[in-house]
């Protein structure tokens, strides 16, 4: 009754779905309603759709909310939020929140009749690593500095991204399945197809606009190369490309392909680099371990260390200790 009460009082303003947003958060944290969560009828129809496999450590929660107005809305909920969930006693989890409607991009406003998708998807750093078993790490730097700790909290626009975007959640809303096996594998089939398309559109922002010839502005040499110095002072801490592009007076695009024609390589590929090789000379220090020089530069678990030095060095970090030791 609290719930309901709560929300009969919104008005219709951006504040209004603000307070919406940290209902379902509430209710999501707390756990308790198992139901799908209720608006007034003057409000508009909420459905909530999960997939919850605790033992594997995938969560899923997408809330589908039409409203018979249109409604503004903050241009912060028009991003994809990239955070880590910690846990006692538990290796930080990655979550990845954003709202979505098509035709939100334009105006920043929620036009009524139309689904509003709310997205929350929780992944356990156990279910990533099952994943990576032959240590080939290779998530985007954006999510890797969430689970490292480093960026607990990043925003990304997914204006590009609508049309895939549109596409995984209705196909996650309008499953007819009933609760059980199968439903569960069709959920989580379409959950890492979504990640598939995230993590590509990562990995791949930072090359593509690489691959034509790309003539750096002689004024912004120096920015440049003040980008490079930054990074290799704060190798525990990078800065995201955003605070990066930024601190240097470059937008990102041109920061991006700048550095690529200018170096040779992606901002995120001279990060792990220059930490492996800052990481085979403290391997090979007396009384070194593994765990300790993968904290060192900034890596909240030793797996995450593990796999990028295997994945630049071809070895395991343990090889270069016993053949030091040997």
């Known amino acids: 009754m609290e719930a309901t009460t709560r929300l009969n009082t919104f008005k219709p303003t951006t504040e209004h779905f603000d307070r919406l947003l940290d209902l379902v958060n509430q209710l999501n944290a707390t756990g308790q309603f198992e139901q799908e969560l209720s608006l007034p009828h003057h409000i508009g129809t909420a459905r909530k759709h999960e997939l919850n496999q605790t033992t594997k450590g995938l969560a899923l929660t997408l809330y589908e909310f039409t409203f ?10 028009l991003q994809l939020k990239i955070a880590a969930r910690q846990e006692p006693n538990q290796l930080p989890a990655l979550h990845l929140q954003f709202c979505f409607q098509s035709h939100a991009f334009k105006n920043l406003v929620l036009q009524k009749g139309e689904a509003v998708y709310a997205f ?5 750093h156990n279910y990533l690593i099952a994943f990576t078993e032959d240590l080939k790490y290779e998530l985007p730097l954006e999510m890797e500095q969430a689970l490292n700790l480093t960026v ?11 049309g895939k975007l549109q596409l995984y959640c209705k196909q996650l809303a309008s499953t007819k399945l009933a ?22 559109h990562f ?10 010839k790309f003539k750096i502005k002689a004024a912004d040499l120096p920015k440049l190369q003040e980008a490079k110095s930054i990074l ?33 390589t992606t901002i995120h590929e001279f990060i792990q680099v ?12 007396k009384g070194a371990s593994v765990s300790q020089v993968g904290y060192e530069l900034g890596f909240s678990c030793v797996s995450h260390f593990s796999a990028s030095f295997k994945k630049i060095t071809g070895i395991n970090p343990s090889e270069l200790i016993s053949s030091v030791t040997e």
């Open 232 to 264: 290799l002072q704060q190798l525990r801490e990078p800065l995201t490309i955003s605070e990066l592009a930024r601190k240097v007076g470059l937008n990102e695009n041109y920061l991006k392909r700048g550095f690529k024609e200018l170096f040779h």
């Open 274 to 285: 220059e930490r492996v090789e800052n990481a085979k000379i403290l391997l090979q220090q």
């Open 152 to 162: 607990p909290v990043s925003l990304h626009s997914i204006e590009n991204l609508s």
């Open 120 to 124: 929350q998807l929780t992944l356990g």
């Open 68 to 77: 018979n107005y249109d409604l503004p809305i903050d241009e912060s909920h």
């Open 179 to 200: 609760s059980g096996i199968r439903k569960n594998i069709y959920l989580e089939s379409k959950v890492l197809g979504l990640l598939n398309f995230l993590f590509q």
């Open 203 to 212: 990995n791949e922002s930072n090359t593509a606009v690489s691959n034509n």
